[in-house]
């Protein structure tokens, strides 16, 4: 079964409107997460790793201020696209590995079913 | 040059065929390889996972990895139509599980 939960699992919604999806593990703690994004017909780019209790690491040019993420608690991460216009629409993904030694876990990367945004 | 080539597809096949699924890379550094089949507008799903250079096999699925080579492969045996989906292979360096690297993927649908 299903060990990360992602939700909502599609949205639409007009330019400009600010949308938060949220990441649980379920089972088991996950003191990082991480976020990737996917256009059609091509790889997973991470975005960010999400840390629990802690600022976000991101990656090379993504926006910091544009992708918000809250780890607040060891099962739940949130991104949140803030200002959402039409090239940020796009499949986000999240995944998780257990461990209680993540990410220094030599567990694999589990993912959620991805939420796929469309902005208007 | 990209450091992980996965073999772009698509790849089409009849119900029972044996499906080879490849990538090479160039980091010598990888150390964990994992297989993951991705089904439209889902999420990856984790198939295989292994560690250094060695066969896996789990049912119908059988990972090998050639790190002399830089050469991973994923093998399907009696291939169903069920297994249709985008195959992504992925590989990491050490322990931090969210600095893996992604090949492009493989499409493969098999045919009833």
């Known amino acids: 079964g299903a060990v990360v939960s992602q939700h909502p699992s599609w949205v639409i919604c007009k330019s400009g409107t600010s949308v938060k999806i949220e990441c649980r593990s379920l089972d088991f703690q996950a003191t990082t997460m991480f976020w990737y994004r996917q256009f059609p017909k091509q790889s997973l780019m991470l975005m960010a790793t999400?840390?629990?209790?802690?600022?976000?690491?991101?990656e090379q040019g993504v926006e910091k201020d544009k992708f918000l993420i809250n780890h607040a608690s060891l099962t739940l991460s949130t991104l949140t696209v803030t200002s959402a216009h039409p090239e940020d629409s796009s499949f986000y993904i999240c995944?998780?590995?257990?461990?209680?030694?993540?990410?220094?876990?030599?567990?694999?990367?589990?993912f959620g079913d991805g939420t796929r945004l469309s902005i208007l | 040059q990209k450091e992980v080539e996965q073999d772009p597809g698509p790849l089409s096949v009849p119900e029972g065929a044996i499906v080879s699924l490849n990538c090479t890379y160039s980091?010598?550094?990888?150390?964990?390889f994992m297989w993951y089949r991705q089904y439209s507008r889902k999420g990856p799903e984790l198939l295989m996972y292994t560690y250094s250079s060695g066969n896996k096999e789990d049912g119908r699925f059988t990972a090998q990895v050639d790190k002399s080579s830089k050469y991973i492969s994923l093998f399907i045996r009696d291939s169903q139509p069920s297994d249709s989906a985008t195959y992504l292979c992925a590989m990491r360096r050490g322990t931090n599980a969210g600095k893996s690297t992604f090949g492009d993927g493989t499409t493969l649908t098999v045919k009833p």
């Open positions: 995944s998780a590995s257990w461990g209680a030694l993540a990410p220094h876990s030599n567990q694999p990367q589990h």
């Open positions: 999400s840390n629990e209790g802690s600022k976000a690491t991101y």
């Open positions: 980091n010598s550094a990888f150390q964990y």
